[in-house]
């Protein structure tokens, strides 16, 4: 797909995809996560269109979207301005109801958490990635002998790819010389479902190694109080390889509102299960209608 508009913020552009317009309906923005682009979307953004203006857009390092080259360039502060930037653009004065999955997810529990952004959410849905300050606090809380203590290694053990990115040369040449090639195929043996290879496959996974490096221990180490103003939808795959659904069991400690919804899928649901995954957003944005805003 073609992006409809470009948001430029400093140096980076952002390419955004539209389907509808702000008088199709209330607003969905959809952010995509690691190693993929905003086509992941491509089936659930469809399927809203018939009552949402749905909008989506490239990461920062990803799809069409500008690639910056330093670390710093891919904190969570600088992901959630171009947030706010795609939002000023394609839905100005708008409340949207905001959806995240994987590292979409994970900065996007920084939007909803944090003023000035969360004033222009309404409803949050988030699939596959949790917030690392909650993670940081769960990690505190129970790293300690017996069941607790079991669970916490369980998850380390899930994320030992976050390891492998953190060494230096190691997954930027393994994406440069297999993953960016074989990509399809390892989406298919780990989830079952079939996926067309994005000619930018291996770029995408070679610059979003970046938002571990720039960001995972900080986050870990010294997590901050994140509480959430809006309703939060969590939607839990329950076949899930990377994110174990123990990493959300003192949700309710930061989120008042709160709906748990678990789907018999894997990580990459968006792909698998696209008509489960739009009713449950579409349902959630019903039950928090935002009014229009007026006309001038």
Same mark, same amino acid.
Request: glycine share 8%; charged share 25%; aromatic share 8%.
């Given at each position: ?29 959809? /952010?995509?996560?690691? =190693?993929? !682009? #905003? @086509? ?12 949402? %203006? +749905? ?56 939007? /909803?958490?944090?003023? =000035?952004? !969360? #004033? @222009? ?12 300050? %909650? +993670? ?161």
């Amino acid at each position: 797909m073609t992006p409809t508009r470009t948001v430029t913020r400093g140096p980076v552009e952002l390419a955004v995809y539209e389907r509808g317009t702000v008088e199709s309906g209330p607003t969905v923005a959809l /952010v995509h996560g690691y =190693p993929d !682009s #905003a @086509r992941v979307w491509d089936a659930i953004a469809d399927k809203l269109a018939a009552q949402f %203006h +749905v909008v989506a857009y490239d990461v920062r390092g990803a799809g069409a979207s500008s690639a910056p080259t330093r670390r710093q360039d891919y904190a969570i502060k600088e992901l959630m301005a171009d947030l706010g930037a795609v939002l000023d653009a394609a839905a100005p004065g708008r409340k949207v109801h905001l959806v995240g999955h994987d590292w979409g997810s994970i900065q996007c529990w920084e939007g /909803v958490t944090t003023v =000035p952004l !969360s #004033a @222009r959410i309404a409803t949050y849905t988030s699939i596959s990635g949790p917030c690392l300050d %909650h +993670v940081g606090y769960w990690l505190r809380d129970n790293a300690k002998p017996g069941w607790r203590g079991r669970q916490v290694l369980k998850q380390l053990l899930r994320s030992w790819y976050i390891v492998a990115f953190q060494l230096p040369g190691l997954a930027p040449a393994a994406w440069k010389l297999a993953l960016g090639k074989h990509w399809a195929t390892v989406l298919k043996r780990l989830e079952g479902t079939a996926v067309d290879l994005s000619p930018t496959q291996a770029d995408d996974g070679r610059n979003g190694i970046q938002l571990y490096r720039a960001n995972i221990l900080k986050k870990l180490l010294k997590p901050e109080p994140r509480h959430a103003a809006v309703p939060v939808q969590l939607i839990i795959p329950l076949r899930d390889r990377f994110v174990g659904p123990e990493v959300f069991e003192s949700l309710p400690r930061w989120v008042p509102t709160l709906r748990r919804r678990a789907i018999d899928a894997g990580h990459w649901l968006l792909l698998s299960h696209p008509d489960k995954v739009a009713r449950c957003i579409a349902e959630w944005a019903d039950e928090h209608a935002v009014p229009r805003p007026k006309a001038r």
